[in-house]
């Protein structure tokens, strides 16, 4: 099968697409026919040889997958067949042809979906349902501040806010990407670059500030974060795009809100974790993307790109020029 490869840690020229053995399913495994996979920052650090996939995972790139089900492992419990349209979340393996996955990774497709639009949705969407609902615990009428609001996890957790009948407000990089994110159900938005987020967060809510902050940016955002979270607010880090140093008073400032830091990586979470996350997902959010249903959730597709343009992809987010999710197609 064809996969992506780097023989070395380095920029996206590294990238090429190669031959590889086509994978067999194990005990309870199962062998999916990859139609799309999507594009996470994560495959840009693993790239960069920053963030090696978990012991046991493919070290093929490609976090989550969209296709049809191409055979069965031993020990399957049969909530599967072949030919069955389903989307993964994986470790590893996304981008290539052909990938195993444990079973209980797997969601059905929904009917009125491509697979393009399926493939934006595992990573992304279950990392902010898990770090708004498994870690967050967030109730109705908080107030969310979402950093990187236009990125495939900024824009489900927006929706995801707004389904669980919070408030999300956002920060991005530029108007056209603020704008975006206000068509998607953001009931605020500040840049990054022009304005002090924090002031702006304060003024909006009357001084009170944030109950839940998801972060993916880390140091230099610290001092902000903290001006804007509410007294037993909730700073959830689950990135650091800007380094993880903080020069200053951190501590103290956060125990005299009674703050919380919260921190959360899914990829190196274990089996039982994901099978639990992918089902509840599946229960709770998976039916609001099926048509007709208010609300109606959506994944945002930035682009699509052939799997041989996968360097190009891999320039585009590292620029930070996509709105929503990169799709990589993969061959007929």
Same mark, same amino acid.
């Given at each position: 099968?064809?996969?992506?490869?780097?023989?070395?840690?380095?920029?996206?020229?590294?990238?090429?697409?190669?031959?590889?053995?086509?994978?067999?399913?194990?005990?309870?495994?199962?062998?999916?026919?990859?139609?799309?996979?999507?594009?996470?920052? !994560?495959?840009? $650090?693993? *790239?960069?040889? +920053?963030?090696? /996939?978990?012991?046991? =995972?493919?070290?093929?790139?490609? &976090?989550? #997958?969209?296709?049809?089900?191409?055979?069965?492992?031993?020990?399957?419990?049969?909530?599967?067949?072949?030919?069955?349209?389903?989307?993964?979340?994986?470790?590893?393996?996304?981008?290539?042809?052909?990938?195993?996955?444990?079973?209980?990774?797997?969601?059905?497709?929904?009917?009125?979906?491509?697979?393009?639009?399926?493939?934006?949705?595992?990573?992304?969407?279950?990392?902010?349902?898990?770090?708004?609902?498994?870690?967050?615990?967030?109730?109705?009428?908080?107030?969310?501040?979402?950093?990187?609001?236009?990125?495939?996890?900024?824009?489900? !957790?927006?929706? $995801?806010? *707004?389904?669980? +009948?919070?408030? /999300?407000?956002?920060? =991005?990089?530029?108007?056209?990407? &603020?704008? #975006?994110?206000?068509?998607?159900?953001?009931?605020?938005?500040?840049?990054?670059?022009?304005?002090?987020?924090?002031?702006?967060?304060?003024?909006?809510?009357?001084?009170?500030?944030?109950?839940?902050?998801?972060?993916?940016?880390?140091?230099?955002?610290?001092?902000?974060?903290?001006?804007?979270?509410?007294?037993?607010?909730?700073?959830?880090?689950?990135?650091?795009?800007?380094?993880?140093?903080?020069?200053?008073?951190?501590?103290?400032?956060?125990?005299?809100?009674?703050?919380?830091?919260?921190?959360?990586?899914?990829?190196?979470?274990?089996?039982?974790?994901?099978?639990?996350?992918?089902?509840?997902?599946?229960?709770?959010?998976?039916?609001?993307?099926?048509?007709?249903?208010?609300?109606?959730?959506?994944?945002?597709?930035?682009?699509?790109?052939?799997?041989?343009?996968?360097?190009?992809?891999?320039?585009?987010?590292?620029?930070?020029?996509?709105?929503?999710?990169?799709?990589?197609?993969?061959?007929?």
């Amino acid at each position: 099968m064809l996969a992506v490869y780097f023989d070395c840690p380095g920029g996206p020229e590294n990238l090429y697409v190669k031959e590889v053995m086509k994978p067999h399913p194990g005990e309870g495994e199962v062998l999916v026919k990859v139609s799309a996979s999507a594009l996470n920052r !994560a495959d840009l $650090l693993q *790239r960069r040889g +920053k963030y090696p /996939p978990p012991k046991g =995972a493919s070290d093929i790139l490609g &976090l989550e #997958a969209a296709g049809s089900v191409a055979g069965l492992g031993p020990g399957c419990e049969g909530r599967w067949k072949v030919g069955d349209a389903v989307m993964a979340l994986l470790s590893g393996g996304g981008q290539a042809e052909y990938v195993t996955v444990p079973e209980g990774y797997l969601m059905p497709i929904p009917n009125d979906m491509t697979f393009i639009q399926a493939a934006a949705i595992p990573e992304a969407w279950l990392t902010a349902f898990q770090l708004l609902h498994f870690v967050g615990k967030i109730q109705e009428g908080e107030k969310v501040l979402i950093h990187a609001g236009a990125s495939g996890v900024g824009m489900a !957790a927006i929706q $995801l806010v *707004r389904l669980a +009948k919070a408030i /999300p407000i956002v920060t =991005a990089g530029s108007q056209e990407k &603020l704008k #975006a994110t206000a068509n998607v159900g953001a009931a605020a938005g500040f840049s990054y670059k022009d304005e002090d987020f924090s002031g702006k967060v304060l003024a909006l809510t009357q001084g009170s500030g944030v109950d839940i902050i998801l972060d993916c940016v880390g140091g230099s955002y610290w001092e902000k974060n903290l001006n804007c979270l509410s007294t037993d607010g909730r700073w959830i880090i689950y990135g650091l795009l800007s380094g993880g140093e903080v020069h200053g008073d951190l501590l103290a400032r956060l125990l005299s809100r009674r703050g919380s830091i919260h921190t959360s990586l899914l990829r190196s979470r274990d089996k039982k974790y994901k099978e639990q996350l992918v089902k509840a997902f599946t229960e709770d959010v998976l039916p609001y993307f099926s048509g007709g249903t208010l609300p109606h959730l959506q994944p945002v597709v930035d682009s699509v790109y052939p799997l041989h343009e996968i360097a190009e992809a891999h320039r585009v987010m590292e620029e930070n020029k996509n709105i929503g999710k990169i799709v990589i197609e993969m061959p007929a």
